[in-house]
Every structure is written in C-alpha cells, then in structure tokens.
T-cell receptor, first 113, second 111 residues
Framework: QQQVKQSPQSLIVQKGGISIINCAYENTAFDYFPWYQQFPGKGPALLIA?????SEKKEGRFTISFNKSAKQFSLHIMDSQPGDSATYFC????????????FGGGTRVLVKP | DTAVSQTPKYLVTQMGNDKSIKCEQN?????MYWYKQDSKKFLKIMFSYNNKELIINETVPNRFSPKSPDKAHLNLHINSLELGDSAVYFC??????????FGSGTRLTVV
C-alpha cells in the first residue's frame, strides 16, 4: 500500500517554464510534508517543506501548495532552469512517530535549454 | 567538510558474503536513519536510531543489523547477502526542525 502517490513519473519542461509535481497522501496523521531534490549519484537534499496548517509556502522559485481537505500537495518550480533537472521526491511524516519519511515514487524532471 | 559521510561509496560482492557500510555525521544531530533506494528509485526507511537507541525497525530481514556506537555513527551490517539486496543505501541524520541531511549513498551490487 503506497501511502504517498506522486505524479507524473517524468516531466519535460522548457527553460523558463513551470514544472508542477503533485502528491496525494492517505494517512491524515501526517503532519510534515517535505520535498527533496536528488541529482544522479547524490543523496536527496531537502528543498522545501510545509506543515498542514499552512496552505502555501514559497522559497525562491519553489512553491508548495497544500490542500488538507483533498489530502494533496504540490511543488511548483517557476522559471525552470537546466540546473533544476533532477529527480524530485515528495514525502510525508508523523513527527511523533520518529519522523520517518514516507516517500512518493519520484518525478524525473528534465529542463530543456 | 562532509556533513553525512558513508563508506564505501561502491560495494560489489558475491552472494552469501557479509558486508558492512559505515556512516558518520558531524552535524551534532541526535537521530540517524538508514534508507534503501531500489532500482526504480523508490526510497524506503529501514532503521532509525535516536542517541544510540533503536526507535524504528521497519520490516527488514534480520540479516540486516544496524549498530550505533555513539550518536554520530550508525553502521549497517548485512549477513548472507542476496541478489535482492542490490540497491543504494542512504544514511541520514535529522535536525530538531525535522530536516534530513542524507549522505551520498552506498551502491551495493550483489553478484
């Protein structure tokens, strides 16, 4: 049972365009929702995170939108750059349960120059 | 200065062997984790330690045994390696604001 479902699996966007990745979760006890960026041969790196009492969070070109009633959250990458080409993972965790991350399946983003 | 360092980076070994992966963090975090990333890039938690104590033990074969000699180190020992153990193993540590720092991974190939 996959508790966090991520789509699309892959995405191609032109430089300057917007990349949108969506995630849906099932467990309403989740209370922390981070996004990670992973380059080939590297470990995932924390990009941005949100808590369920906030509907949107923006850091630079990256924005998380959160819809608690729909149990969905998404990552928007504005003005996408070739250096953004990577695999992106959404995740969810329960702080009181050791904060183990349950990851989505990942989205491979390719930004074409 | 690497925050979370794993060794070795690559490990190729035969079925049935026993191997260890070492992890060290210099961030002063209390909590460390092992995650497994399979060939489809799916990431799944294996273990978590908080200040040398095991707090999470997912459904992992008991051939996998973590050991934390102190809060800065979390090693993973694997007995009787099987083909299905081939994956990338990531060590991570977590800060008080719940942000994880992952190591660069150890690519294990069992032949």
């Amino acid at each position: 049972q996959q508790q966090v479902k991520q789509s699309p699996q892959s995405l191609i966007v032109q430089k300057g365009g917007i990349s949108i990745i969506n995630c849906a979760y099932e467990n309403t006890a989740f209370d922390y929702f981070p996004w990670y960026q992973q380059f080939p041969g590297k470990g995932p790196a924390l990009l941005i995170a949100i808590r369920p009492d906030v509907s949107e969070k923006k850091e630079g070109r990256f924005t998380i939108s959160f819809n608690k009633s729909a149990k969905q959250f998404s990552l928007h990458i504005m003005d996408s750059q070739p250096g953004d080409s990577a695999t992106y993972f959404c995740a969810a965790s329960i702080k009181a349960a050791g904060n183990k991350l349950t990851f989505g399946g990942g989205t491979r983003v390719l930004v074409k120059p | 200065d690497t925050a979370v360092s794993q060794t070795p980076k690559y490990l190729v070994t035969q079925m049935g062997n026993d191997k260890s992966i070492k992890c060290e963090q210099n961030l002063g975090h209390d909590t460390m984790y092992w995650y497994k990333q399979d060939s489809k890039k799916f990431l799944k938690i294996m273990f978590s330690y908080n200040n040398k104590e095991l707090i999470i033990n997912e459904t992992v074969p008991n051939r996998f045994s973590p050991k934390s000699p102190d809060k800065a180190h979390l090693n993973l020992h694997i007995n009787s390696l099987e083909l299905g153990d081939s994956a990338v193993y990531f060590c991570a540590s977590r800060d008080i604001n719940y942000g994880y720092t992952f190591g660069s991974g150890t690519r294990l190939t069992v032949v």
